[in-house]
């Protein structure tokens, strides 16, 4: 157990010591964040106050302020939820260019071992840096106004970010094994860096895309999980806002507004319950964890 | 007593033979060299028989163990040192070697008490809060031959340790295994592309494409591969030539000087020619000789 825990301690280390691969790592979450503070808000509080018709008076702005500030929130934590867990994977490709893995297999540290820790280290670094955000999150909205979350829901939204982190790194421990050198490694990085803020709907709510695009970023388990998130962080308010409504439109208003910001996954024709959702990424990440341990069992460290 | 036995060991990569059913004995205690250029194969030997590369056929016993079936008793009873460097970067020496040394199942604790015996001579001191990335290249292979001995190996196996390095540092790197040999009566098995470090080894595998074409003890290789050369400076003249002719039929002038090949002791006869032979140097048959006889290279 001790080498196991070394070596993890290890592979978490490379990360943290690190601090450009911290920063790159996050780029995307900042990225979403700066953008919101440049225009994302108006755009959002535009789309809420669009659907309102005729009930401008009755729900209070702030309430509305609050709730897109969540929305920022899930989008801030399903894009680490990509970058931070590849970030830290990529030491396995590093690793084999650098010939660190031939010396770690000269020690008696067994090979499943070795594999099972760069998947733990990995998840723990992203369920350490979504779990902080996420923290850090709750105590700014919580200065700013209500969310009216209740205890559970604070604690299921760490649940949702740890299977998250599991789920991301899992997938993404597959993808790295096509890597031969970390220059290749880095380029796909780019393009998730690029791309994850997209496939979540932080910067677009995925409600707006046409359904061929919304199956595709549904495929990743990290936008069922931000879908998650929204609904963990965002039922309290949602609710809240409902009843200051009191039943005069039926519910339609919130509804349309869940609808618009993608509170339940969409893809092939099929909208995902919450539970659904958390199905779906738990058979995703058991899929992924299978065909990894079958994958480096065949492939790693065999020359 | 034999610490490694090696029969026809053998690596074949994708098709493409990089080491060619080769054969040896180490002794425990001794300094043994694997001499080869670059591609001749020493790192994938060394890489078999330190359990990270699997062989295609053959056989060895490493302490005593079979490679192949007792692979985890072999890596507790061996150190390496990579030809490149293989410790993280961005972490320091402390929490270096303090992470090999739980590969290994050992403590903090117990990591320091092991690495103690060396910490003065290793001058690990000054260096063990830095990070690996800011020491000097001799600084780096320091370290890097103390995270080799962090588990008390039997045998160090060292690849290309001086590669790279000053003058002043591949000195000290010698002087380290010396030590390590001398005090610590550890079995050294190094790999070098310089002919002149094998000088000092007990016993000499040279490889060349894969194959051992030569081993022996440096004396025994020097004696059979290599020959002394008299250089004569003096005009060219059948009398030369002559006198030349009783002790080799081996020679050739070379714009003021002549070169002649023997292995006979030549003080006598000097010394009863000293009236023609006044400028001339005598020069000893030297490893390079060896591999220049062996594969009719010039040693890079
Ligand atoms: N992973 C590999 N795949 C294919 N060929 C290799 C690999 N590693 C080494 N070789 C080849 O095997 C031969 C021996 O290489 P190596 O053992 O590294 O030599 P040395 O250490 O003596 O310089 C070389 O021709 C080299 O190109
Ligand atoms: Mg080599």
Redesign the interface.
């Known amino acids: 157990m ?2 196991f ?3 993890t ?2 592979n978490i ?2 990360y943290f ?2 601090i450009l691969a911290v920063f790159f790592s996050l780029l995307t979450s900042i990225i979403v964040f700066v953008l919101y503070l440049l225009f994302l808000k108006g755009t959002f509080v535009d789309a809420l106050t669009g659907t309102m018709k005729g009930l401008e008076n009755i729900v209070s702005s702030q309430d509305i302020e609050m709730f897109v500030n969540g929305i920022l929130l899930s989008g801030i934590l399903g894009s680490s939820m990509i970058t931070v867990p590849y970030t830290c994977l990529q030491t396995i490709v590093k690793d084999r260019e ?3 893995d ?8 067994k090979r499943w071992k070795i594999v099972l820790s760069y998947f733990t280290a990995s998840s723990l670094c992203a369920f350490i840096m979504t779990s902080l955000i996420l923290t850090v999150g709750l105590i700014t909205l919580g200065f700013m106004g209500d969310l009216h979350m209740t205890a559970g829901s604070v604690l299921a939204s760490y649940g949702a970010v740890l299977l998250g982190s599991l789920s991301s790194t899992a997938l993404f421990m597959m993808i790295l094994l096509l890597f031969k050198s970390s220059s290749t490694s880095t380029a796909f990085f780019g393009i998730l860096t690029a791309a994850s803020g997209f496939v979540i709907g932080a910067y677009i709510p995925l409600s707006r895309f046409s359904d061929g695009v919304q199956s595709f970023c549904n495929l990743f388990p990290a936008s069922h999980i931000t879908a998650l998130i929204r609904n963990l962080l965002l039922s309290g308010i949602s609710d809240k806002i409902d009843s200051s409504i009191g039943g005069l439109d039926n519910g339609a208003f919130i509804s349309a507004v869940k609808e618009t910001f993608s509170f339940n996954a969409v893809a092939f024709g099929k909208t995902f319950s919450s539970s659904g959702s958390v199905i779906y990424v738990l058979i995703i990440a058991l899929v992924s964890i299978l065909a990894m341990t079958y994958l480096y069992k065949k492939t790693y ?3 | 007593m034999n610490i490694i036995e090696v029969r026809n060991l053998t690596k074949d990569y994708k098709g493409k033979r990089a080491v060619d059913s080769i054969s040896f004995d180490v002794e425990e205690g001794e300094l043994f060299a694997f001499l080869g250029e670059n591609g001749a194969g020493k790192s994938t030997t060394i890489n078999m028989l330190c359990t990270v590369l699997a062989k295609t056929t053959g056989s060895a016993f490493i302490a005593g163990k079979e490679l192949g079936k007792e692979d985890d008793e072999i890596r507790k009873a061996i150190g390496i040192v990579f030809q490149n460097s293989v410790l993280d970067r961005k972490l320091s020496v402390k929490e270096n070697l303090l992470t090999r040394g739980s590969y290994y199942g050992l403590s903090a604790r117990e990591v320091k008490e092991r690495i103690e015996p060396f910490k003065e001579r290793f001058e690990l001191d000054e260096i063990w809060n830095r990070r690996y990335e800011k020491l000097s290249g001799g600084q780096r292979r320091r370290v890097d031959i103390v995270r080799a001995l962090i588990n008390d190996p039997k045998i160090l196996f060292l690849d290309e340790p001086t590669t790279g390095l000053d003058p002043k540092s591949r000195r000290l790197v010698w002087d380290h295994i010396d030590y390590l040999r001398r005090e610590h009566g550890m079995t050294i098995f190094l790999t070098t592309h310089y002919m002149e470090e094998t000088r000092d080894s007990d016993h000499v595998v040279i490889l060349d494409k894969g194959n051992i074409i030569a081993k022996g003890t440096p004396a025994e290789l020097k004696s059979r591969y290599a020959h002394s050369k008299l250089v004569w400076y003096t005009a060219q003249s059948p009398d030369s030539e002559n006198l030349i002719s009783r002790i080799s039929n081996e020679f050739a002038y070379d714009a003021d000087h002549y070169n002649i090949v023997t292995d006979d002791d030549l003080t006598e006869f000097i010394y009863q020619n000293k009236k023609h032979i006044r400028d001339y140097e005598l020069i000893k048959g030297s490893m390079d000789d060896v591999f220049l006889t062996l594969t009719g290279k010039e040693f890079a």
């Open positions: 001790k080498d825990m070394g070596f301690r290890r280390l490379i010591k690190d650098a010939g660190v031939i010396d770690i297999c000269s020690t008696p540290l460290m065999r020359r």
